[in-house]
């Protein structure tokens, strides 16, 4: 025995450290996502968990009041504008699964547009024996006529795609049809689609996405099917895209997503698929009066001229198609030391710019002229999130959300010829705010770094250490954290004297790029120090204390609850850790954790093994230190980051004899469920437990 524990160590060191290091995990058993014991583990857990939290007096309350919220005919139907129409997808008592619908742009703004309906999802999930949750729709760009609609059984990643008919109002009888799988598709012309699949068994990357991507033809069948491009089994995907603009100009692009965050760009031209001289780190837009937009994620210099990370920078079309492999970028916008780029909208003639000054929303309209890029701002609510909701390059008119903690949520149609905005629809209060306040403060990090967080609380507040408080924060993948509207809080926590912060910690994308890569990979430390920078501030204004104080993240705001909870044990009383990331040891063969190797490294790097060894939560779990009583969910048909960390977790804490609250959503894929009743029981469960610590 000893000598196969000797070469096992030595070939650790050497090859398959990860392997040769779980051996010993006594709950591997529990990453058999689907298999037999590991769902009798999950529903013992979920009926022990449910026994708490349903039966305590405020569960009742809270669920009623979620399920209200969620269901309340009142909410904004978020539009999504194809063939100068109005669609929406829409869920309420009556459509659990959802209806996707259509009105007119006139009649949806009224105050009660006539819709009709396109799919009826609940009844199609009768009829075909199926529990299809809507992904979305890819239209032909050209006529949008037909569409392939993403359905997923269940809410999972994986996809199957149908063309459907908007002029009948009914899939195409013959029409393209791609069965399940993780996957997507893109119109090359009105009779051909450029599709990425498992074409045959075992055709996806190690982080299971298609990487080879093949030319279909209307009517035949998937196996003669031509291929157009091939990565390669380490990239995380392959994928297309095709652009046009008001002008009548199209190109069609190839993206090859070598890592996460890094992208190789290709265009169709007269002479074949053709790289753009681009980073890697560059994000392709949209078209615009024959210009190719694109954000940087790096600084980029090109004939002597350097062009900042975070900027929005466009190439000439007729110039890319002759010569892609010499670009001749012109600077669209450059952000300002507290800017980030966060939206770019495509419009027939213009370009619809959301951005963010110290985490405040702004919205830009940008022209192209002879003489450059005109610049004009659009007139909406300051101290707010600012969101782009929809744009078609086939008419200059689009839609922005403007969101913040206390106001309820507005949305304004805009107009790009004329730079105006105009207000179309409010939500109308969910809670009543008017005894809260929203401040933005600022906490100094270990390294000195200032972290800005948003707090709401009581008018009355007394500064004596009380306050139940819950922070939230996701530091990641380079996104921002920005103010944001919420029933449910307002209704389950503000209303009942509870205070919310939303921290924006280092890892998000909140001061652009550089604020993202200063938390990648061994350098991650620094997001979680950010995070309890920001609660050692709550608590030295005596706002709260160690008592009263509770976070809350999910997916890698997830791991970061399950890092703070094995790093600070004793700074909080109630730890919610939703759909996570928690072995780091492991993450790599987990689901699609491969596919964030250019966020967390991979642990074949020794410096970044020694890191995670440290720091991984599950690793971490210490016989012999008393930890808070956690609340620990996912979902069953989470694909992307996968159930077995949460189940983990929750079993290595109760094989030490540590509380902890496990729960598992049956449906739902990577959220907390998929339907509107599922996420209202997960909403309720959430701030039922945190009145039960924080409160009560």
């Avoid at 005894?435 to 906490?443: G, K, P, S």
């Avoid at 009383?573 to 967390?600: K, N, T």
Wanted: hydrophobic letters at 40%; proline letters at 6%; one cysteine or more.
């Amino acid at each position: 025995m000893q000598r196969i524990v000797r070469a096992c160590a030595i070939f650790m060191l050497l090859v398959m450290a990860p392997v040769c290091a779980q051996s010993d995990d006594p709950f591997l058993w529990l990453e058999d996502k689907d298999g037999a014991r590991a769902m009798t583990w999950v529903r013992e857990q979920n009926a022990k968990t449910l026994a708490v939290l349903e039966a305590d007096p405020h569960y009742a309350r809270n669920y009623a009041d979620a399920l209200a919220i969620a269901q309340t005919k009142d909410r904004i139907p978020l539009p999504a504008i194809l063939d100068g129409s109005i669609y929406n997808l829409w869920q309420d008592a009556s459509h659990v699964q959802g209806i996707w619908r259509r009105t007119s742009a006139a009649s949806y703004a009224t105050k009660a547009p006539a819709w009709k309906t396109m799919l009826d999802l609940d009844a199609l999930s009768k009829k075909e024996h199926m529990h299809w949750v809507w992904e979305g729709a890819t239209c032909e760009p050209q006529f949008e006529q037909r569409c392939i609609l993403q359905l997923s059984n269940g809410g999972e990643d994986a996809q199957t795609l149908r063309e459907f008919d908007l002029a009948t109002d009914s899939f195409v009888p013959g029409g393209f049809t791609l069965p399940r799988g993780k996957q997507w598709a893109s119109w090359l012309d009105p009779n051909t689609l450029l599709a990425a699949r498992e074409w045959k068994p075992g055709q996806l990357t190690t982080s299971g996405y298609p990487y080879i991507l093949k030319r279909l033809r209307r009517g035949a069948p998937l196996s003669s099917a031509i291929e157009v491009f091939r990565g390669a089994r380490t990239d995380v995907s392959v994928s297309s895209t095709r652009y046009l603009d008001g002008a009548g100009n199209s190109v069609t692009t190839v993206d090859r997503a070598v890592d996460f965050f890094s992208t190789q760009h290709y265009i169709m031209t007269a002479h074949g698929l053709k790289r753009l001289d681009l980073p890697l780190k560059s994000d392709i837009n949209g078209l615009v009066a024959g210009q190719l937009l694109v954000t940087l994620k790096q600084p980029f210099a090109k004939r002597g001229v350097r062009y900042p990370q975070g900027a929005l920078i466009a190439l000439a079309l007729s110039a890319a198609l002759a010569h892609p492999e010499d670009s001749h970028p012109k600077l669209v916008y450059a952000p300002g030391p507290r800017d980030t780029l966060d939206t770019v909208g495509v419009t027939k003639s213009a370009v619809a710019l959301m951005t963010y000054h110290n985490v405040r929303g702004r919205a830009l309209v940008l022209t192209p002229t002879a003489s450059g890029w005109r610049r004009q701002a659009l007139d909406l609510p300051d101290n707010s999130s600012i969101d782009l909701v929809t744009s078609t390059q086939r008419s200059n008119d689009f839609y922005v959300r403007v969101t913040s903690f206390v106001k309820p949520t507005q949305l304004y149609a805009g107009n790009a010829s004329s730079a105006t905005v105009a207000l179309a629809k409010a939500l109308p209060p969910q809670f009543n705010a008017s005894n809260d306040v929203v401040e933005q403060h600022q906490a100094a990090s270990k390294d000195g770094t200032q972290i800005p967080y948003f707090i709401v609380h009581p008018k009355t507040m007394a500064l004596d250490g009380t306050n139940p408080t819950v922070i939230n924060a996701y530091g990641g993948f380079g996104i921002s954290s920005t103010p944001f509207y919420s029933g449910i809080i307002g209704k389950l926590w503000l209303q009942h004297g509870g205070v919310f912060v939303l921290a924006n910690i280092r890892g998000g994308g909140e001061f652009g790029p550089a604020w993202h890569d200063a938390g990648l990979k061994t350098h991650r430390q620094r997001i979680y120090d950010d995070f309890y920078a920001v609660a050692q501030d709550l608590v030295t204004r005596k706002i709260t204390t160690p008592r009263r104080l509770g976070i809350v993240g999910g997916s890698n705001g997830g791991l970061l609850m399950g890092v703070e909870f094995v790093q600070h044990p004793d700074m909080w009383h109630a730890v919610d850790i939703e759909v996570p990331l928690l072995d780091m040891l492991r993450y790599e063969q987990i689901q699609a954790g491969a596919s964030w190797v250019g966020e967390y490294g991979s642990v074949s790097d020794p410096a970044v093994r020694a890191f995670w060894e440290k720091t991984s939560p599950y690793q971490n779990l210490k016989d012999d230190v008393t930890y808070p009583e956690p609340f620990v969910w996912t979902t069953t048909k989470d694909d992307r980051v996968g159930p077995q960390h949460a189940r983990k977790f929750a079993a290595k804490l109760e094989s030490m004899n540590k509380p902890v609250l496990y729960y598992e959503v049956i449906e739902g894929g990577h959220a907390s469920g998929a339907n509107l009743k599922e996420r209202a029981r997960t909403d309720a469960l959430e701030w039922t437990y945190f009145t039960m610590k924080l409160i009560e």
